[in-house]
């Protein structure tokens, strides 16, 4: 083969294998998120001038999974005001600009938190317990770019094999002090170039409180990389400072109510209604829309979008 041809040969085959590469990376997919869809139907309670109206009952229509309520999202819109639903609580609204953003799951107790650690002079520092950012005189977990490192005098262990929201407890013997070196939480996909957590999550022991903290993507809803986002819990029945801080933290206008008990997770045959909570969402005839969303993705929601 002469060498015109061999360089023509080899230049088609980078180029082929450029272009495989691209569709893979501008067309991957994350395993975050779930294909299950919401059935949106009436309550058996009309709407009335009440603040206690069963407002809407939620099934799947297609369900292929049980999902977890500490990394669901419920949301009902009316009259373009948006009310979250929950078990109790939701997060407080802020307008105040931070490197660090929790957002409280469905569960009222689990949340999910956004580290901005874009910068690549200086860590990002959270303190785990207040969900806030912090510095380097109190922090529990300090990330930039792919680099997390533990505070010192913070235990930890790394679990695998158990789903996050079913461990409640945990054995404090098992727990490491070695601080020293990063958290070795990911892996590197060459063929999507990618940064993907790996499976299990951490415990984490700090100031005589434990927490459960998992990994759950490493970029942020508009698909950025270096936002690593956390689900994060209390354990061992630590008393999670953050739900007590009325800046963060406030009850939800809307409850969820399950038929019996919730188990942790909205399972795939099972339906919840939407209630009100003190507060008039719709006291009449009403457009409803409803968003939700697991694992930070949006949940496909089909049916009735109005009340009488």
Same mark, same amino acid.
């Given at each position: 083969?002469?060498?015109?041809?061999? &360089?023509?040969?080899? %230049? %088609?085959?980078?180029?082929?294998?450029?272009?495989?590469?691209?569709?893979?990376? #501008?067309?991957?997919?994350? =395993?975050?998120? +779930?294909?299950?869809?919401? &059935? #949106?139907?009436?309550?058996?309670?009309?709407?009335?001038?009440?603040?206690?109206?069963?407002?809407? #009952?939620?099934?799947?229509?297609?369900?292929?999974?049980?999902?977890?309520?500490?990394?669901?999202?419920?949301?009902?819109?009316?009259?373009?005001?948006?009310? +979250?639903?929950?078990?109790?609580?939701?997060?407080?609204?802020?307008?105040?600009? +931070?490197?660090?953003?929790?957002?409280?799951?469905?569960?009222?107790?689990?949340?999910?938190? #956004?580290?901005?650690?874009? =910068?690549?002079?200086?860590?990002?520092?959270?303190?785990?317990?207040?969900?806030?950012?912090?510095?380097?005189?109190?922090?529990?977990?300090?990330?930039?770019?792919?680099?997390?490192?533990?505070?010192?005098?913070?235990?930890?262990?790394?679990?695998?094999?158990?789903?996050?929201?079913?461990?409640?407890?945990?054995?404090?013997?098992?727990?490491?002090?070695?601080?020293?070196?990063?958290?070795?939480?990911?892996?590197?996909? &060459?063929?999507?170039?990618?940064?993907?957590?790996?499976?299990?999550?951490?415990?984490?022991?700090?100031?005589?409180?434990?927490?459960?903290?998992?990994? &759950?993507?490493?970029?942020?809803?508009?698909?950025?990389?270096?936002?690593?986002?956390?689900?994060?819990?209390?354990?061992?029945?630590?008393?999670?400072?953050?739900?007590?801080?009325?800046?963060?933290?406030?009850?939800?206008?809307?409850?969820?109510?399950?038929?019996?008990?919730?188990?942790?997770?909205?399972?795939?045959?099972?339906?919840?209604?939407?209630?009100?909570?003190?507060?008039?969402?719709?006291?009449?005839? %009403?457009?409803?829309?409803?968003?939700?969303?697991?694992?930070?993705?949006?949940?496909?929601?089909?049916?009735?979008?109005?009340?009488?």
């Amino acid at each position: 083969m002469s060498t015109k041809r061999w &360089l023509a040969v080899t %230049c %088609c085959l980078l180029v082929a294998v450029a272009a495989g590469w691209t569709f893979l990376v #501008v067309n991957y997919e994350s =395993d975050l998120g +779930t294909a299950n869809v919401i &059935l #949106v139907s009436d309550a058996s309670e009309n709407a009335s001038m009440a603040t206690d109206d069963a407002l809407v #009952v939620l099934s799947f229509s297609e369900a292929e999974e049980d999902l977890s309520w500490s990394s669901m999202q419920i949301e009902l819109v009316a009259e373009d005001e948006r009310f +979250t639903c929950s078990f109790g609580s939701q997060t407080a609204a802020s307008t105040n600009a +931070t490197k660090v953003t929790a957002n409280l799951g469905a569960d009222g107790s689990t949340f999910t938190t #956004v580290v901005d650690a874009t =910068d690549e002079t200086s860590f990002t520092h959270l303190d785990i317990a207040g969900q806030t950012a912090s510095d380097e005189a109190n922090y529990t977990i300090r990330m930039a770019k792919t680099d997390a490192f533990l505070s010192d005098g913070t235990r930890w262990s790394f679990v695998e094999g158990i789903a996050f929201e079913d461990l409640n407890s945990f054995d404090t013997s098992e727990l490491s002090n070695a601080t020293e070196d990063r958290l070795e939480w990911y892996t590197y996909d &060459l063929a999507e170039h990618r940064v993907l957590p790996n499976d299990g999550f951490y415990v984490i022991e700090t100031d005589g409180m434990m927490f459960k903290m998992q990994f &759950l993507s490493y970029y942020n809803q508009a698909d950025e990389g270096r936002h690593p986002t956390l689900l994060i819990a209390a354990l061992n029945g630590t008393t999670f400072p953050a739900l007590s801080d009325e800046n963060l933290v406030q009850p939800s206008p809307c409850l969820i109510h399950t038929n019996g008990n919730a188990g942790g997770v909205w399972a795939a045959n099972a339906s919840i209604t939407l209630v009100e909570n003190g507060v008039q969402i719709c006291d009449g005839p %009403c457009d409803l829309k409803l968003e939700a969303s697991f694992e930070t993705f949006p949940i496909q929601v089909e049916g009735v979008e109005s009340i009488e």
